[in-house]
C-alpha cells in the first residue's frame, strides 16, 4: 500500500513560481518511478513529468524549460518546480506511482491568474 500526499498549490500570477511537493509512504521509494499529472477542466489528465528510481527525468513538451522535477529519497518526497507559470498551467496537479497497482494523491489545485 502507497499513500501519496500533495501539497503547494495556490493561486499564482502569469510568469511567477510555485513548488508542490508529494510525500508518499512505502518503505522502498527509492525504487519507484514517480510522475506528476495534471487535469483542467474539460480536459483529460495528462502527464507533466517523471522522475526514475535513477533520477533520469522526462517533461511533456509544453512544460520543458520551465518546470523542473526532482526527488529526496530520505524524505520520501517528490518535488514539482513550476517557474514562468502561464494560465494554460491552470489545473489540478496530481502525484502518481506504479508499485504492482497504480497509485494517486488527492490532488492539489494550481490557478495561474491575473
Known amino acids: 500500500q502507497v499513500q501519496l500526499v500533495e501539497s503547494g498549490g495556490g493561486l499564482v500570477q502569469p510568469g511567477g513560481s510555485l513548488r508542490l511537493t508529494c510525500a508518499a509512504s512505502?518503505?522502498?521509494?527509492?525504487?519507484?518511478?514517480m510522475n506528476w499529472y495534471r487535469q483542467a477542466p474539460g480536459k483529460q489528465r495528462e502527464l507533466v513529468a517523471s522522475?526514475?528510481?535513477?533520477?533520469?527525468?522526462n517533461y511533456a513538451d509544453s512544460v520543458k524549460g520551465r518546470f523542473t522535477i526532482s526527488r529526496d529519497n530520505t524524505k520520501n518526497t517528490v518535488y514539482l518546480q513550476m517557474n514562468s507559470l502561464k494560465p494554460e498551467d491552470t489545473a489540478v496537479y496530481f502525484c502518481?506511482?506504479?508499485?504492482?497497482?497504480?497509485?494517486w494523491g488527492q490532488g492539489t489545485q494550481v490557478t495561474v491568474s491575473s
Open positions: 512505502g518503505s522502498i521509494f527509492s525504487a519507484y518511478t
Open positions: 502518481n506511482t506504479w508499485v504492482g497497482q497504480y497509485y
Open positions: 522522475i526514475g528510481s535513477s533520477g533520469s527525468t
